[in-house]
């Protein structure tokens, strides 16, 4: 069954200017497919038109009759006070007035035992129970602790929360009502990794239809089975994740410039035979100017087909100083806190040269501060730092600032960088600056714009260590690329902070993952520390297993049996209190398969435990 048709359509913000002209696709019940495009393309206009949000020009648009569909990125208005609690709860509106009216019957059948109340009751507690009533609260605390939504979080004002948190809440209350059409536009953007491998496994297994823009390579590969780009307001179709499409998109673009080349040389060989024919013509035989005039009408059709254009690639890269030494960077017993939290104590870590280490680890884990201590932009509560005497750092914060940010990019690059004017210029333009874009204020460009400007700037220093805070947030697909281009000549050491696996996994040849106020140093890609993340989880779980395995208990001898009971009680009374507080574990770590596991193997050791006691009590008490 089709859930969405899209035919012939256009809409245009400016007359004469379609920015969707003639778009037309389908897509299929259950389909998980991603919708890609440089920015301005119409991705997100797209999106507006499907969730009924914005009109269109021409075509038509269709939904599947009776299908529920939920935008991510249209945040509705709720009622003034509500707390973030109170948003998570409305997705179950239904089941919760539901509850009510059984509450209501339950108290009028105190006094009232007719036939027609019995019958509500009973039908209203069938939906209530059909629609998973029961299991509301396991839903929304599975979800919140997926989505990295703490308790606190929840008791706050919805009003109160940061952009980021309140699409978090609300791609959580989508999930919570079960839509059966998901529009996710750039879902994972305020997402750390555990919560984005979170949604990837819940979209894996989600039955409903899923559309996704996002700048996420990962992402993308992980969860789509086909992608559809916007081209010059029209769809181009690849029937696989977004390796597959980088492959057969550079495929088809070769194809096309061969076949134009091979055009291009036809016409002038026709071109040629043309005018000669007219020549020939000329000196008395007119029958050959009717075949140089069919040549021409040929030459005319193969010149209206156009040059493919390519995404332009960057062309300067940083330039390198020389390093001498073994140590780049070194810090011994580092600790830092703010207040009663403490982020990290007692970190030793070395940095040698030429490595590439990828600082990973959830929000708030402590990244960005053991960035700064580095850069010496703050001090440590204890330990020290050393840096080599020989090395020189270059460095990308998350939050680009510029020492006078009503100067135009030109000028920023020739004071801030000391440079030529046709230096500047070249630079700017390998970052996508091109044209009147140069002349434009600082502090007019966008968050992406600002990380693209101070990346150019870098890259005109010599430096051997290079440090960058979220170098890939805010950026398309096209300037992450840039980017990484830069970054595939530069030969020094690099340290970088980044939930962009695609970019973790290109790049990092060292991981150190800051948990729990701790670092996890491991030397490898991302790909092979995930693999050990999942061999230690198996060992951990296989090692406790064992450790809580207990001999059998000895048989009891007949005296005492009043004793020997009242002990064998209070010990049944203990192991049923601990197999609720696992099942109370088992909520609050809903999402995090390798903790539910343990608990499981917890919880299967106490039931039979438990078993032994109850066959010991039987027979003392017979």
């Known amino acids: ?87 998570l709860r409305s997705a179950y509106s239904e089941l919760y007035r539901l509850s009510s009216r059984l509450e209501e019957l339950a108290k009028q059948m105190e006094s009232d035992s007719s036939d027609t109340l019995l019958r509500e009751y009973d039908r209203i507690s069938e939906d209530f129970r059909r629609l998973g009533g029961y299991d509301t609260e396991t839903n929304i605390n599975r979800v919140a602790n997926g989505l990295d939504i703490p308790r606190s979080m929840r008791q706050q004002p919805f009003d109160s929360l940061s952009g980021g948190e309140r699409t978090r809440v609300n791609l959580a209350r989508l999930i919570l009502e079960n839509t059966e059409i998901l529009l996710l536009d750039e879902p994972t953007n305020h997402l750390d990794l555990r919560a984005t491998e979170w949604l990837e496994d819940y979209l894996l297994h989600f039955k409903g239809t899923v559309l996704i823009i996002s700048h996420d390579r990962y992402f993308l590969d992980r969860v789509v089975t086909r992608c559809i780009e916007i081209c010059d307001g029209k769809a181009e179709f690849y029937s696989g994740g977004y390796s597959f499409y980088a492959e057969e998109r550079q495929r088809r673009f070769d194809e096309k410039l ?53 995404q332009r690639r960057l062309s300067v890269g940083f330039t390198a100083r020389d390093f001498s030494g073994d140590e780049v960077f070194v810090c011994e017993n580092l600790s830092k806190s703010y207040g009663d939290k403490t982020l990290f104590s007692d970190l030793s870590l070395l940095i040698e040269g030429r490595e590439r280490i990828a600082l990973i680890g959830d929000n708030g884990a402590g990244k960005s501060t053991l960035i700064k201590l580095i850069m010496q932009e703050e001090t440590p509560d204890s330990g020290y ?70 990346l150019c700037m870098l890259m005109g220093s010599d430096i051997n ?56 140093d491991f030397k490898g890609t991302y790909s092979e520390y995930r693999e050990y993340c999942e061999r230690q989880a198996v060992f951990n779980q296989a090692a406790k297993a064992t ?19 009242a002990k064998l009680e209070k010990e049944i009374y203990r192991l049923e209190s601990e197999l609720e507080r696992l099942d109370a574990e088992a909520e609050q770590h809903s999402s995090d398969y390798t903790e539910l596991m343990r608990i499981e193997s917890d919880k299967a050791q106490a039931n039979d435990r438990l078993l032994e006691l109850y066959a010991e009590w039987e027979e003392l008490s017979e």
């Not at 497919?33 to 969730?51: E, M, P, S, Y």
């Not at 840096?387 to 990019?409: H, W």
């Open 465 to 520: 260590l290079l440090i960058l805070d979220e170098p890939t947030n805010h950026l398309d697909i096209a300037s992450r690329e840039w980017i990484e281009d830069a970054l595939s000549d530069y030969p020094e050491a690099l340290l970088f902070v980044s939930h962009d696996r695609y970019f973790i996994e290109k790049f990092a040849t060292r991981i150190w993952h800051l948990k729990d106020g701790k670092i996890t």
């Open 1 to 87: 069954m089709t859930d969405v048709s899209v035919c012939g359509l256009k809409k245009s913000f400016e007359l004469g200017n379609n920015i969707l002209d003639g778009l037309s696709f389908d897509i299929t019940e259950g389909e998980r497919v991603g919708i890609l495009g440089h920015n301005g393309c119409g991705k997100t206009t797209l999106f507006r038109i499907l969730a009924g949000e914005l009109d269109y020009d021409e075509g038509s648009v269709s939904l599947a009759s009776g299908r529920r569909l939920g935008l991510i990125s249209q945040i509705p208005v709720y009622p003034d006070g509500w707390t973030t609690e109170d948003v």
């Open 258 to 310: 061969k076949k134009y080349e091979k055009d291009q040389a036809k016409i002038e060989q026709l071109k040629r035979a043309a005018e000669q024919m007219h020549l020939w013509a000329f000196m008395g035989n007119d029958k050959l100017h009717k075949r140089a005039f069919s040549m021409e009408k040929r030459i005319a059709k193969l010149s209206t087909t156009e040059r493919p254009k390519e």
């Open 385 to 454: 730092l050393y840096r080599g005497p020989t090395v020189r750092c270059a460095y990308l914060p998350q939050i680009i600032s510029f020492s006078d940010e009503s100067r135009t990019l030109v000028d920023t690059m020739l004071y801030d960088c000391r440079c030529q004017p046709q230096e500047a210029r070249d630079r700017l333009g390998a970052f996508g600056f091109r044209g009147e874009t140069v002349f434009t204020p600082v502090g007019a460009l966008s968050g992406g714009e600002k990380s693209r400007l101070r």
């Open 547 to 565: 450790a809580q395995k207990k001999a059998p208990a000895p048989k009891k001898s007949a005296p005492n049996r009043d004793k020997q009971r």
